[in-house]
């Protein structure tokens, strides 16, 4: 069932007020779109940019080829589904194609959790069937217990990834949408992590969800080509999985967070705790890894937040900051973030490549 989405993502107290082969032919394709991107501009307005690195080239695919392969050379850079195949079930149709549903049963962590999936229209095309794929997992805001909000009806990033692909301007993403907690009550958030005597929520998403998506997916073995991206309690998870897992990830986007891991189920662990806040971990992060944080411009504390934290971010771990004009901590606002940071993404990883 969907969630309701017309209000705000996460109302944060301190911000006051916030996917196997088989299933190719479920996966319809539609007409292809360009994968060979144009280098997107770097945020504009009112941007600023902390400890910045030399941005990556989006990847540019060789010419298309028509002969499907079983599997990747020893040293190639694609990597085809070995399975298992996962048990995907449409959730919804988008005029891009339709997002999938599957329950994950992780074997590293133990956890079980709701997992949506969208193949890009290029996924499909038979010109196609020898390319990896660039990987985005998208984080949601709120609680995220049995819905994610990137796989709803309001955002339509699939619709806005696939038509920017078409004009050449982002890559073609496979986009992964897992949930993020298994009860809906926000004081027991699990944060993205691994707290103590609880559901092992950080070794499923930086473990077990990359593993389903390599056995279900053609994707690409370097780490240029794996994103991640959130709104409020979502850019926290995205910005902490990046700084904890950069073999794992390369660039992350992280919409309006307010960077704390600050569930009451951190109760006597305030080591871990601290091992797990975004706010700790950029003022001692050695990840080599590229971010953008934004903030609304409609709330200045927000603006203080995000830009408190970006401050504290030296390389080799790069933060870009973007703010909002008259932004508000809402869903409809996020949305106006998605193109720019589609393109940012796109700037910044590897877009579909083959092995010949």
């Known amino acids: 069932m969907q969630h309701p989405q017309s209000q705000p993502i996460r109302t944060r107290a301190v ?69 298992p195949a996962a048990d995907l079930k449409k959730f919804r149709d988008t005029k891009a194609g339709p997002i999938m549903e599957t329950t994950l049963a992780g074997k590293k962590s133990g956890v079980s959790g709701q997992v949506w999936v969208w193949l890009p229209p290029q996924y499909n095309d038979p010109k196609y069937a020898k390319f990896g794929f660039p990987v985005l997992t998208l984080y949601a805001g709120g609680q995220s217990n049995g819905y994610n909000t990137w796989a709803g009806t309001q955002l339509q990033i699939q619709e806005i990834d696939a038509q920017l692909a078409q004009q050449q301007q982002a890559h073609p993403f496979i986009m992964i949408m897992p949930v993020q907690n298994l009860t809906g009550d926000e004081h027991k958030s699990l944060d993205c992590s691994d707290i103590p005597g609880q559901p092992k929520m950080g070794t499923w998403m930086s473990q077990d969800v990359p593993d389903f998506v390599r056995a279900n997916f053609r994707t690409l073995k370097a780490r240029e080509s794996w994103g991640l991206m959130g709104a409020s309690s979502g850019a926290d998870c995205s910005a902490k999985l990046a700084m904890q897992h950069p073999d794992l990830f390369k660039a992350a986007v992280a919409i309006d967070g307010d960077f704390k891991a600050d569930s009451t189920l951190w109760k006597g662990h305030e080591a871990e705790q601290a091992a797990n806040s975004p706010d700790k971990l950029i003022s001692t992060s050695k990840a080599d890894v590229k971010m953008l944080a934004t903030a609304g411009g409609g709330s200045a504390y927000e603006v203080g937040v995000v830009k408190k934290w970006v401050a504290n971010a030296a390389a080799p771990t790069a933060v870009e900051y973007y703010e909002e004009p008259g932004g508000k901590h809402l869903t409809t606002d996020f949305g106006k973030l998605i193109p720019m940071s589609l393109e940012w993404l796109t700037k910044n990883l590897t877009g579909p490549q083959s092995d010949s």
């Not at 190719?24 to 539609?30: F, I």
């Open 15 to 83: 911000l006051a007020g916030i996917t196997a082969l088989a299933l190719s032919a479920a996966l319809a394709a539609c007409s292809s779109g360009s994968s060979k991107p144009a280098a997107a501009p770097k945020p504009g307005g009112n941007a600023a940019a902390v400890a910045p690195a030399a941005p990556a080239s989006p990847g540019t695919p060789a010419a298309p080829s028509t002969t499907a392969s079983s599997a990747p050379s020893a040293d190639g850079k694609v990597v085809m589904p070995a399975g």
